[in-house]
C-alpha cells in the first residue's frame, strides 16, 4: 500500500521539481561545508570583496566567505527548522489525538487551549521570550518556535481523529478485541500519517522563516551561523545601502528557494491524495 | 429581524479575546520573573552601561526600576499591581531613556507603524482574493497557471527580503527612492505638501514589499476557495437554473470571502511581526524600529510595554474582523453558526 | 430463554462546554430478543436506533438501565480482558457503509484475520488460518480469488457486505447487530445478503437485530419489529401487525407514506 | 395508452467518459422518447448510465463526458430543436431554467446559503432579464402552491426546516415554468414522511400544468411506481426496457427488470409471500463492457445469440420496448 501511494507522486512534475530542490539544498547544506573547507567565522583582510575565484561569493565586512556562510548557515537554519517541526508535531499530535480520543472535558479543555495559542499572536510572544534569553542556542530558537506553530495542527489531527473513530472499521477493530494502542497503531496512525507528513513541512517552513525574523530582530541564536543571522549582519552593517548584494541576496535566495520547495511538496502532495480520499 | 444572536457570538468572541489577552499578559509578566539567569538583576547591571553616567541617575532608576517591578513584593501583589497601573496607562519607565515614560515613548511611533500595517494589510488581503478569484474563474489557463505559480513562489519571499531587494534595486542602484526612514531627514513632520510627497516616496518601498510577499499567500487560499464553492450545490443548481455565470461567480466569491477573513484575523500577529521586521530593515521610525532599539539596549520596561501595547492591538483588530464577520455572514448573523 | 434483555436503556448526550446541552438519544427502552430470533428496531435518522445499537455492542456505555447478554450485565459484568473478549466472540455487527467497514490502508482479508485471532481456538498455524478463511469466503458466495490481497476501493459493495458476514461467520456469534445492512448496497445484491444472515440464523440459531430504517426489510425479514420514535419505541409487535395494523400515530404516518409496489400511495 | 405528443428525443445517443487511459461506455447507443404530459421514471443501478443519461437530456456535457454519437431533440414552440448541435454554454443561456431544469442530488443544499432567497429570485430575474418585481410575485404565488408562507422568501435558507428546503428547491426551480423538469435522486436524503410530500409537490406542478412533463432518476422502483407513468430501465449503459408502469410491475419481460422488482422490499403481504431473490454476480465495467446483451453473464435464460448479437430494443407488445432475444425468439 505504501509503494502505491508513493507512486502517483512521483509521476507528478511539480513534485519532481520540489522535491529535487528541497534534496540540492538539504545536499548544500550537509556536504557543503564537508566539501568546502573554508571557516566561515574566519576574519581577513579581504573584507566586502565582491564575488572572485578566492571567495566565489565575495566577503563580508570582516572579510568572512560568504559562501562558507551559506554553506553552514543552510545547514543550521535546516536543522533548526526540522528541530522546530518535530517539536510542533509531537505537540500538535498529542493534543490533537488526546483531544479526539479522550473527548468531554479532556476535549473542551485541549481545545481552549489550542485556540488561545492559536490566536496569540505567536510571533510576537517568540520575540518576547527570546529577549530575556541571554545565551541562545539553535536549540533554544528551535523550541521558541516549535512552541507556537502546532495549533492549526492540532485542531486537523483532532477533526481527523474524530471522523476516523466513528468510522465503522474502528469499530470492528474494536469488536475484534483490539487493545487501545493496538488500534492507534493500526487504525489511527495511517489515516493521519500523510496529513501529519504535510503539517511537518509546512512546519519546517515555520522555522526557518520564524529563525530568520527572530535573527533579522535581533533575537536569532547567539553562536554559529544561520541564513537568518547572515541577513542581521547585511542589515546591521548596511550591507544593503552600500550595494553589497553577494552578502544578503544568496541567504534570501536560500530561503525562498527552500521553503518554495517545501510548499511545493506539500500542496501537490494534498493534490495528489486528497481526490483519492475523497473517491474511497 | 433580531440581532440577539449575533449580540451574543460578539459578546463570546469578546469573553474569549478577554481571556486569550489575559493569558498573553500574564505570559509578558511573568517571563522575566521566571526565566532562569534572573533577567532582572541582568537588568539592573546593565543600568550602568546605558544610562548616563551619572550615578546618581542610576541609583534613581534602580530605585524607580525595583518600584515598578515590586520584586520585594509576593509575585500575586505584583501581578496585582502590574494589572491596575497597565489600565492606567502606566507602563513603567524606560531606561534607556530614563526618565522617559514608556507609554510616551510609544504612543508618537504608533501611527508610523499604523500608516503602515494597516493600508498594506488590507491592499494585500484585497489584491490577493482578487487574484485568486480570477485565477479560479479561469481555471487551468495561462492566468490561473501563472498567477497559482507566482503566487506560490512570492508567498515564500520574507517581508524583509523583499525590502532590501528593492532598497538595493530602487533605491541603491536606481536611485529612484529614497533608502531609509520615513521623510528626509532633517525635515519635521507637518501638514505640508512638501512633507506630504517626500513621506510618500519613503513609504512606497516598505508598503509594495509588504503588499508584494503577503498577497501570494491570499490568492492561493481564495483559489482553491472559490474553486471548491463553483463546485457546490447551489452553484450547480444556479447553473441548471440559468443564472449568468457571473454572478455564480460572484456567489462563490462571496462564500469564500466568509473563511478568508476568518483568515485575516488569524494572521494579524504574523502579519505584524513581519511588518516589525521590515521596519527595521528600512529603519522607519515605527513600533519596530523602537523595540528592535529597546531589544538591543535591553529596555525591559519598554519591551514589556510594547508588547502589552501591540497584544491588544492584534486583539482589537481580532474583535473588528469578528464584528465584520458577523456582519455579512447571516448565519452567525441569525444565530446558526458553526 | 431470552438471549438479550435491554432494560429502560437510556443514553443522554451532553454538548458544548460552557452553555452545556443535552440530547435524550435512547429514553427509557425496553426489549428482548429470543434464540434465533431475528427483531428489527426501526426508524428514522436520529431516533436513537443506532445508539441502541453501539449500547449493545459494548461501544459506548449507556447513562442508565441495563443489557443483560445471557443473564449478564455486559457493562457490569463483564470485568476480565477475557471476559470481553468472550463477549466480543458471542455478539458481533454488520455495519451500514460497505466503505466505512474496511480500513483503506489494508487489504480485504484484514477483517477475517481479526475473526480467525478472536476466536477461542484459533487455528493452529498460519495454514490452517487461511484455510478457515477461504472457506468463510466459498459460504458467502465469494470466490476466494476474487479478494484475497485486493484492497477494498477494488472490490464492489456486494463483495463488501458478503466479506463481513463471512467474517460472521467465522466467528459464529450468538447475536449479530446488522445496522442497515443493505442500504448501500445495490438493489441486485440486496437479496443475497439478507438470505446468508438468513442462512446463519438457520445453521446456528444465531439471533439477529436489524436496524433500519426501511420498514419493508423490516417487514419482510423479522419476527419481531420495534418502531422507535425519538429515543423511544412507539410501536411493537408482529410485523403483520406493525404494517397492516398499526396502532401509534407516528407508525401510521410511515406505514403510510412509504412507496409501494402494488399499491399506489393515497394523496399523491 | 392515446397517442401523445413528444416532447424531447434522442436517437443512437453514445455518450462516454474519456479518461486518460480508458473510456467509460457510460450511456451506448440510447434512444428514447419523452411525450408531453408524463411522469417518465429513469431506474438503474449505480453505475447504469442513468445520471449520465439525465446530463444527456439536459445537455449537461462536460469534459470528460463527450457526447460520441447521436442526436437531442426538444420541442420548442412546437418544432424540434437538436440541442445536441449546440455547446453546453448555448444549451445553457437558451433553455436552462426556461425550458428545462435539473433539480440536482443533493437538493438541501442546493440554495445559495448567504443571501435572502428574495434577493436570489431577484437575481434570477436579472439573469433571464425579466422584471424582478414580477418574478418575485410569481415567487410568493409558487411559494404558497408548494405549501410554503410567501414571507419565507424574505428569510435565509438555512432558516428553513428539510422539507422545507425541498420544497422551496422545487418552487425556485419550476419558477420558469420549464418544460421539462428533470429530478435525479432527489429524495434519498429525505426521511419517508417528506419523501412523499416531495413527491406530492411535484405532481402537483404537472397537474398545475406547470411543467410539462417530469423525468425522475432513481435507483428506487417503488418511488417510480408511485408516480411515474412510463419506466426506463437501464443496465449498463443501455436500455432494458421501457414500459407503461402499471404493466412492467406487473408483468416485467427483461429478465433484469424481474430480477430488479424481485429484489425490491415494501411492507406488502404480496412481497412477504414472494420472498426475495437476487441477482447473480455483479454489474459489468463499463470500460469493457461484455459482448452480445451485457446482461448475459447474469442472466439465467442466456443463449448463444446473446453473447454474440446485442439485442436491439424492440416494441414487442403495445408500448412495451424490450432489449432481449427471448422475445424476438417468441415473435419468429
Redesign the interface.
Known sequence: MFSLMIRPLFKNKKFIIGISIFIFFLLLGILGPVFYKVDPTEMTWDYEQPPSSEHPLGTDTYGRDVLAQLFHGIRSSLYIGFLAAIISSIIGTIVGSFSAVKKGITDDILMAITNIVLTTPSMLIAILIASYLKVRSMEAVAVILGLFQWPWYARAIRAQLMSVTSREYVYLSIMAGYSDTKLVIEDLLPTIATYAFMSFVLFINGGIMGEAGLSLIGLGPTQGISLGLMLQWAVLLEAVRRGLWWWFVPPGIAIVAITASLMIISTTMDEVFNPKLREE | MTFKPMLKFLLRRFV??L??YI??TT??FI??RI?P?N?LA?MLSNLSRVAQANPEAIRAAEKTLMEEFGVDKPILVQYGQFILKALKGDLGTSISYYPRKVIDLIVPVIPWTLVLLLPATLVAWILGNTLGAMAAYRRNTWIDKGVLTAA??V????Y??LG??F??LF???LGWLP??GAYSQGTIPSFSWEFFVDALKHYIMPFASIVLSAMGGWA?GMRVMVINELG???A?????????DK?IFK?AF??SL?PQITGLA?N???V???S??TE??FNYPGT?YL??KA??T?D?PM?QGI?VI??AS??LA?FLVDFLYAW????IR?G?EE | MSRLVVENLTKVFSLGFFSRRYIKAVNNISFDIKEGEIVSLVGESGSGKTTTAKMILRLIPPTSGRILFEGKDIWKDIKSQEALRDFRRKVHAVFQDPFASYNPFYPVERTLWQAVNLLEKSPSNKKEALELIKESLVRVGIDPKDILGKYPHQISGGQKQRVMIARCWILKPLLIIADEPTSMVDASSRGGIIQLLEELREEQGTSIMFITHDLGLAYYVSDNIFVMKDGEIVERGHPDKVVLEPTHEYSKLLVGSIPKLYRKLEGL | MKNREILFKMENVKAYYKLEEVTVKAVDDVSLEIFEDEVIGIVGESGSGKTTLSNVISMNIMKPLTLVEGKVFLKINGEFEEISSMSREEVKKKFWGKEITIVPQAAMNALMPTIKMSKYIEHLAQSHGIDKNELLSKAEKRFEEVGLDPLWLKRYPFELSGGMKQRAVIAIATILNPVLLIVDEPTSALDVVNQKIFLKVLMQMKKMGIVKSIVFITHDIATVRQIADRMVVMYAGKIAEISPIEEIVQKPLHPYTQGLLNSVLTPEPEIRKRGITTIPGAPPNLVNPPSGCRFHPRCSYAMDICKEKVPPLKEIEKNRKVACFLYMEERK
Open positions: 474569549f479575546l481571556v486569550t493569558v498573553a505570559i509578558v517571563l522575566p526565566i539567569g533577567p541582568q506560490l513562489i508567498s515564500q519571499i520574507p524583509y527580503w532590501m531587494i532598497i538595493f533605491g541603491v542602484k533608502v531609509q492561493i457546490s450545490d447551489y450547480l443548481f444556479s447553473e441548471y437554473l440559468g443564472m449568468k454572478r456567489y462571496r462564500n466568509l488569524l494579524l500577529g504574523t505584524l511581526g513581519g516589525l521586521i527595521i530593515v519596530g523595540l528592535f531589544l538591543t535591553l525591559y519591551i508588547f501591540l497584544i492584534v486583539y481580532n455579512i455572514d447571516p448565519r441569525l446558526q
